[in-house]
T-cell receptor
Framework: DGGITQSPKYLFRKEGQNVTLSCEQN?????MYWYRQDPGQGLRLIYYSQIVNDFQKGDIAEGYSVSREKKESFPLTVTSAQKNPTAFYLC???????????FGSGTRLTVV | KQEVTQIPAALSVPEGENLVLNCSFT??????LQWFRQDPGKGLTSLLL?????REQTSGRLNASLDKSSGRSTLYIAASQPGDSATYLCAVSDRGFNKFYFGSGTKLNVKP
C-alpha cells in the first residue's frame, strides 16, 4: 500500500545535539512538507519541497535543515540552534497541484 | 499573513446529535480549504477538500461548506457516533503553492 513512513515514532535529544527525522513516501508525489505541532495548536510549516534538489523555508525554518536528494525522501534535521525543539513533527506529501495531501503518523521529539 | 481560527476549541455531545464545527480565515484569496481529522498521537487524515470555486463537499455523514467572501467554513457532522471523537483541523492553502495554514482545531468528544 502507498503511504508515508516517518521514523522513529519517538526520539529523545540531549541539549546541543543535532537529530534527523526520517520521512519516506511511495506515493510518487512531487511535493513534500514538514510541519511542527505544539500542544493545543495547529500545524506550522517548517520547510517544503516541490521537486528534487529544491526546497523552500516555511514560517518557522530557523534551527532546522532539510535535503531532497531523492523524490521519495525528505529528511529533517533539528539542529542545536533550535532552542525549543520539543514538539510533534509531521511530514506530508502531495502532487505538484496539491492533490492527494497525505500525512505520516508523526515523530514526537523530546529534549532531555 | 493568513490566520485561521476554529470555534469551539472543545465540544462534548451525546451520541446521535448533529453538530457544527466552525472555521474562519482572514484572507479570502485561498486556493482551497481542507478539513482533517487527527486522533491522539497520530497523523492527520483528510476528510473533505473544497476547491475555491466550490461551495460545499459531502462524504457520508460529513458535509463541509465554504463561503470565501465571508472567510468562513463549517463542518457538519450528522448523527454523531463515539468513533467520531477526535480533533478536527481546518486548513486553507495559498495560491501559488499548496502549503496549508492550520487552525488550532476543535477537540470533539462524543459520549455513548
Amino acid at each position: 500500500d502507498g503511504g508515508i513512513t516517518q521514523s522513529p515514532k519517538y526520539l529523545f535529544r540531549k541539549e546541543g545535539q543535532n537529530v534527523t527525522l526520517s520521512c519516506e513516501q511511495n506515493l510518487n508525489h512531487d511535493a513534500m512538507y514538514w510541519y511542527r505541532q505544539d500542544p493545543g495548536q495547529g500545524l506550522r510549516l517548517i520547510y517544503y519541497s516541490q521537486i528534487v534538489n529544491d526546497f523552500q523555508k516555511g514560517d518557522i525554518a530557523e534551527g532546522y535543515s532539510v535535503s531532497r536528494e531523492k523524490k521519495e525522501s525528505f529528511p529533517l534535521t533539528v539542529t542545536s540552534a533550535q532552542k525549543n525543539p520539543t514538539a510533534f513533527y509531521l511530514c506530508a506529501s502531495s502532487t505538484e497541484q496539491g492533490a492527494g495531501y497525505t500525512f505520516g503518523s508523526g515523530t514526537r521529539l523530546t529534549v532531555v | 499573513k493568513q490566520e485561521v481560527t476554529q470555534i469551539p476549541a472543545a465540544l462534548s455531545v451525546p451520541e446521535g446529535e448533529n453538530l457544527v464545527l466552525n472555521c474562519s480565515f482572514t484572507d479570502s484569496a485561498i486556493y482551497n480549504l481542507q478539513w482533517f481529522r487527527q486522533d491522539p498521537g497520530k497523523g492527520l487524515t483528510s476528510l473533505l477538500l473544497i476547491q475555491s470555486s466550490q461551495r460545499e463537499q459531502t462524504s457520508g455523514r460529513l458535509n463541509a461548506s465554504l463561503d470565501k467572501s465571508s472567510g468562513r467554513s463549517t463542518l457538519y457532522i450528522a448523527a454523531s457516533q463515539p468513533g467520531d471523537s477526535a480533533t478536527y483541523l481546518c486548513a486553507v492553502s495559498d495560491r501559488g503553492f499548496n502549503k496549508f495554514y492550520f487552525g488550532s482545531g476543535t477537540k470533539l468528544n462524543v459520549k455513548p
